[in-house]
Each structure stands twice: as structure tokens, then as C-alpha cells.
């Protein structure tokens, strides 16, 4: 493994007591294991000491730009793509990630021959090193199915903390959200046609501050779940259908009130529904146009990405 050029890409949000600990385990799992260190990226958010603590332990320091995890993760990511690594390995700065698997990542990539390598917590048994809640737990499971029926994958997991990946996978990756870059970079990645596999990834109990996504999983479904919609295009199918529908069965009930009344106006203002026509009507006409503008916003999110 010692002739892969390896990048590794971390964004942080004040973890000034983790960062440190975090590079120097790296570059000692690495050079124990020969493993080729190209760069480690750091992108941050800090108002603490993150930045001057990784800067001084040699890693490359980027400013996040404070538009969240996913829009700092995807900064970061493209700009160790530009420097040309071999593999890019993202790692999360909570201190939840076992870096001794960095060997695993990075051996599986290698073997296997995948442009993109996810960690599950839940594909072993054993595998959280805590008490983890089990309304989280039912949160990650909706996530999972959700990715499952977007990518066609049997997936486990939603938010492993390590990936190993192709810088091809990188160069391609569009983003739609700003906090959803662990799931929309799966649904990407699969739409491009890359070889994607899951692993069994140890989750270690935080030991300093609060998780950078939310404290709640079931909360960021509601959060998340609109962005994924968009991103696997499924709005399409459930506005532009729904609304066609809601149309066609005004049209229907109009065109019963007309027969029912003998086109007799008077009539036809005094049955309910007619009204229920004019319900129909609004209401699928303003979902198909609602589908036609996430549909534009969508498309201009990814024109501004390239």
C-alpha cells in the first residue's frame, strides 16, 4: 500500500480536543503501516483553536465557509481531488471513528478495486462501543431504507464516520443540500455508475461535545428527506403525477356536475361539488407547478456547482 498517494479530508466545527489527537494517530497508524500520506485536509468552521492546533500538527488548513458539514466536506474533498491522490479517505473529527481501520478502508479499496468504500455500524453485531439510543437507531434504519430504495444497495447504514474513495467519485460528486453530503454523495456516486460496497465500522463513544450533524436523528430525517427526494429525482414522479391527477379527477367531477345539473348553471354553483372541483383543480395545479420549480432549483444548484 506504500505507493498509493492517500489524502485524507476531515471538516471540522470546534474540536480543538480532538483534532490533535486525530492527525497524530493518523500519521502514526500510517507510518507503522507504510501507507503513503499525501496530504490531510482540514476544513473548518472553527470560532475555537481547531485551526492553529491542525495547522501546527502539518495539515493543510481550508476554511469551511460556514454553509455546514456537507458544504465543508465537499469543499475539502475537491480540493485534495485537484492535488491528483490515489485514494481519498474522509474521516469525521469527533473522535467516533476507530482510525486503526484506516488500514481496513484503504486495503479493501485496493483489493475489492471500488471507487467508493462506506462503513456500517450495524452490518456486525458489536460493532457501537455504547449505550446507543434506540430512537436513533429507528432513525438510521429509515435513512438506510431510504438509500436502499433510491440506490438499489443493500445498505445498512447512513452515517458512517470513514470512507474510503476514488478521486474520480470526487470529481463528479454534486450536492444539492448543504447537510446532507452523507447521503446525497451515496445516491451520486451510484447514479454515476461507481462500484460502491459497505464494510462492518466500529462507532466509538464521543468523548468531547455534541454530534456536527443533529442531536436528534428522527429530526433530520424531516431535514434530510426533502433534499434526497430531489436528489434521486423522485419529485418528479410524486408532484408531476400527483398533480396531474388531482386535474383529471376535477375534470371528472366537473364534467359529472354538468351531466347531473343538465348544464344548468344556478345548479351547478349550488352542488358541493363543484366546489370540490375547484379544490381539485388548485390543488394539483399548484403540485405540478411546485414540481416544476424544485425542478428549476435543482438545476441551478448544479449549474452553480460546475
Not at 383543480?281 to 452553480?304: M, Y
Request: proline share 3%.
Amino acid at each position: 500500500m506504500n505507493s498509493e498517494k492517500v489524502t485524507f479530508v476531515i471538516p471540522t466545527k470546534n474540536e480543538e480536543k480532538t483534532i490533535d489527537k486525530i492527525i497524530r494517530e493518523i500519521k502514526l497508524i500510517c507510518e507503522k503501516s507504510n501507507i503513503n500520506i499525501h496530504e490531510i485536509i482540514i476544513t473548518d468552521d472553527s470560532t475555537d483553536n481547531t485551526r492553529k492546533i491542525a495547522s501546527e500538527n502539518g495539515a493543510k488548513v481550508i476554511v469551511g465557509g460556514g454553509k455546514g458539514l456537507g458544504s465543508a466536506m465537499l469543499k475539502g474533498l475537491k480540493i485534495a481531488a485537484k492535488n491528483n491522490p490515489d485514494v481519498i479517505i474522509s474521516i469525521d473529527a469527533d473522535g467516533q471513528v476507530d482510525l486503526n481501520e484506516i488500514n481496513i478502508f484503504l486495503k479493501t479499496f485496493i483489493e475489492e478495486d471500488v471507487d467508493l468504500v462506506l462503513g456500517s455500524r450495524f452490518k456486525e453485531k458489536g460493532l457501537i462501543d455504547y449505550s446507543y439510543p434506540m430512537l436513533n437507531r429507528f432513525g438510521t434504519l429509515v435513512l438506510s431504507l431510504i438509500l436502499r430504495r433510491f440506490t438499489k444497495l443493500e445498505l445498512t447504514d447512513s452515517h458512517g464516520g470513514i470512507r474510503a474513495m476514488s478521486p474520480h467519485v470526487v470529481n463528479e460528486l454534486e450536492l444539492i443540500g448543504t447537510h446532507t453530503y452523507v447521503q446525497e454523495s451515496i445516491i451520486d456516486a451510484r447514479e454515476n455508475g461507481f462500484n460502491i460496497l459497505e464494510i462492518p465500522s466500529r462507532w466509538l463513544k464521543r468523548e468531547h461535545g455534541e454530534s456536527r450533524v443533529v442531536l436528534s436523528i428522527p429530526k433530520y430525517i424531516f431535514f434530510t428527506l426533502p433534499v434526497l427526494i430531489l436528489r434521486s429525482g423522485k419529485h418528479i414522479n410524486y408532484l408531476f403525477t400527483t398533480g396531474i391527477f388531482l386535474v383529471l379527477l376535477a375534470l371528472l367531477d366537473i364534467c359529472i356536475v354538468l351531466l347531473d345539473t343538465g348544464f344548468s348553471l344556478p345548479q351547478m354553483f349550488d352542488r358541493q361539488s363543484f366546489v370540490l372541483f375547484f379544490i381539485l383543480l388548485s390543488t394539483g395545479i399548484n403540485l405540478f407547478l411546485f414540481g416544476v420549480v424544485l425542478e428549476l432549483i435543482t438545476q441551478v444548484k448544479r449549474r452553480i456547482n460546475e
